[in-house]
């Protein structure tokens, strides 16, 4: 069992962690792609969307509401990649541990 000082230590330690984390994410981008890759959306870690492109012949269809399924579907794919290597991050860094049971830790997503 943890005393208080091994507590106090252990969570000063995961929100240094924490922090770190936080600055990799802004630098870090996954691409989702539709369509064969007619579609492709980047996000970055903090799960923002940072482009968009198109390519010419997904516009030449004519056909609007396929093009918007197309941006939904690429960004979904985009977001669920940062979702992943972001969880996959915190996992690593908490060990498994529920660090919501620590008030004072930033929150990450």
């Known amino acids: 069992m943890f005393n208080q000082k091994q507590l106090m230590k252990l969570q000063k330690e995961l929100a240094e962690k924490m922090a770190k984390l936080q600055e990799d ?3 870090r981008t996954a691409e989702g ?13 903090h799960q923002q969307i940072v ?13 609007v509401e396929m093009l918007q399924d ?31 049971k620590f008030p004072n830790m930033p ?3």
């Open 25 to 27: 994410m802004e630098k």
């Open 51 to 63: 482009s968009v492109k198109i390519e010419k012949e997904a516009m030449e269809a004519n056909d």
């Open 70 to 100: 197309l941006i939904v579907a690429a960004t979904n794919n985009a977001l669920d990649k940062i979702r992943e290597m972001n969880q996959e991050d915190l996992s690593q860094i908490t060990g498994g541990l529920d660090i919501s």
């Open 107 to 109: 929150k990450m997503f």
């Open 33 to 45: 792609t539709a369509g064969g890759g007619m579609v492709k959306v980047v996000a970055n870690g």
